[in-house]
């Protein structure tokens, strides 16, 4: 969610429970300003916070003038001081995706391979590294996870110009009462998938500057998302069950929408037995 | 000079009907024909809207002088569009409003009646001594608010208006608020009530009598059927020997797991609903079970190993269960309060007055500063 309209936003995600002291509002108040100059981002985004079991991580992403770009995303364990994560790569994005369990806390605690996965021990001894994973590496591959997966805007927020670059589309007024409800209005705002596969009735309606991503509707299993109208109406709240704690809030009629992720890390494998 | 030889550019163009400005019609009063007549043709009116475009450019240029926005040029289309809805936008209104008012406006109605039984009970200060302790929800969620966990301030004061609402309509002794369930379409609001002796207990009694009877027309019926057995058992194969293992008598209310009564709504402002105690049968299959709740009291719980019950008797056994396991208190706070009689008297415990809590930085190192004092739940 946007830096500066964090308060207003949190108290609109509070209905799930998860939020920020009073400490911890004003140290990001304080500090994402500061990382917005030090960097040269256009926006900083508070991505969220991923509980460990002796500490959490504070997240944040800082975009660049094209929204589309890959992101950099830099983390703290105080909200007071960031360091910059590298980009996630593919291998470390598989070999996170075997650990299991909790984040501990300690950026710097590693992940013992030879147990998990005996190839990329292996591999890794053969290279001459030792065969562990820093949590580190986990951080960064479950963060890129959770953004391709489940990070999602509004139908329209986001235009694409014809030179490829996307921005925020001033135009947008909001999603209305009625679009607030379905799931087709909104879109992941990552690389799409398959965006040609559409019969000729449904690309008649779309808009090629809007429609450049992929909708939620088809996401697999059908009712990974839960929407619900929180005090009647005013704010529709997103919540995704396959990364449990992603809440995504809009307000219809309005500019305002954001999401953030408050949970430990961990994708829902049960997701679906438990629907 | 001018262009005389054919290959010159420019050659010809001289002569009448070839010049550039042949477009431009030079004479005043057919200029002002043409004039009336491109007019017209914008003034046309389109067969599908009722639009025609000369009307259109006007409004669109007015539009622009007024508000100048930046880059006019790049969004000149969606200006377009723009003056064309607002065009629209009267007809449709209505319908709108309509639609409008019952969901969000239905919402802050009630939110509003929550205030308004306030200002009404106010006025009877007498009843002061009999109402019960009213927990103080707004300084328990302050506290947690600085652990970083907890609701909007607005919620917890509705929560906290509606657990009002709650002791006054039910005969409650202590109440709490127990926490928030989210489900798929609407969320849980979990109070946790302690009724007054003997006024939960009648409707109670005779679902047990009833359920004795019951079991006791089983065995009638079993042993009938055994001696049909001994005579028929050469023609039929045999039949089992198996019985199932006795049922594990349910807790009686106000012991054990069903000490507390809970009470549930699904927002603040709707009315509280009583949930059923809870059986050990279900206890057992809650713990094997993991599903999320759809918000709706009365869906059927689809699972495997089946789980005897709806949604609310899934949710009274889970939190049974997180109740048993969780519920935490420092050292030293509670005392039991016959300490001979503990085996029978454990369930009453009351605060020690002469507890001293231990500093901070202790409690948050070492585990053993913290104990549970509610019973675990067997595993029976």
Sequence with gaps: MEAQSLPAALALVAGGGAGLSPERQAALAASLPLLQRDYRFERVWFWGCIQGVRGAYYIAEGLGPDRAAPRSRLYSLNCLDWSLLTPATKEMLALAEQLMGRFQGDPSFEYDLAEINAEAAARLIAGGKEPVIKEEARLIATIEQIDRAVGIVPRGAFVKTPLGSVHENRHFEGLSLVEAKKLSSYFHFTEPVNLKNKTLLEKADLDPSIDFLNSLEHDIPRGSWSIQLEKGGTVVVLRSLLWLGLTFYHVPMTKQFGYVYFGTGERNLDLPFML | ?380
């Design chain 2, 1 to 380: 000079h001018g262009p005389y030889q054919p290959h010159e550019p420019g050659y010809g163009l001289d002569q009448p009907g070839y010049s550039p400005y042949e477009d431009q019609i030079l004479d005043r009063k057919a200029r002002m024909l043409a004039i009336q007549n491109a007019k017209a043709y914008l003034l046309k009116t389109s067969t599908r809207s009722g639009l025609n475009l000369y009307d259109h450019f006007a409004n669109i240029l007015t539009k622009i002088l007024d508000e100048q926005p930046a880059n006019t040029v790049d969004i000149i289309e969606n200006i377009s569009k723009d003056v064309k809805w607002a065009q629209f936008r009267k007809k449709m209104d209505t319908l709108r409003d309509e639609r409008l008012i019952l969901p969000t406006f239905e919402a802050a109605e009630k939110c509003k009646a929550l205030f308004v039984k306030e200002g009404g009970e106010g006025q009877h200060e007498e009843l002061d001594e009999e109402m019960p302790a009213l927990p103080n929800v707004m300084e328990t969620a302050f506290y947690f608010e600085q652990a970083g966990i907890g609701l909007s301030k607005d919620e917890s004061y509705y929560i906290f208006l509606s657990l009002k609402n709650l002791t006054n309509v039910q005969p409650i002794q202590t109440c709490r608020f127990w926490g928030k369930i989210l489900g798929l379409e609407m969320n849980y609001i979990i109070a946790e009530v302690q009724l007054r002796e003997g006024e939960g207990g009648e409707e109670e009694e005779t679902g047990e009598e009833g359920e004795e009877t019951t079991a006791e027309g089983e065995k009638e019926m079993g042993e009938a059927e055994e001696e049909e057995e001994e005579k028929e058992e050469e023609a039929e194969p045999p039949k089992s020997t198996y019985k199932p293992p006795p049922e594990i008598p349910k807790e009686e209310n106000g012991t054990g797991t069903n000490k507390y009564v809970y009470f549930v709504c699904n927002e603040p402002g709707k009315p509280w609903v009583k949930l059923p105690p809870v059986t050990p049968a279900q206890i057992v299959c809650a713990r094997k079970i993991k599903k999320f709740f759809t918000g709706r009291l009365d869906a059927p719980i689809v699972s495997f190993p089946p789980f005897p019950g709806n949604e609310a008797n899934y949710l009274r056994a889970q939190i049974a269960r997180i109740s048993a396991g969780t519920h935490v208190s420092p050292t030293g706070f509670y005392q039991f309060a016959n300490e001979d009689e503990e085996e029978e008297g454990g369930d009453t415990h009351e605060e020690n007055p002469e507890f001293e809590p231990p500093p901070v930085a202790e409690m948050v190192d070492s585990l053993t500063t913290w104990a549970h004092h509610v019973k675990s739940i067997l595993k029976q």
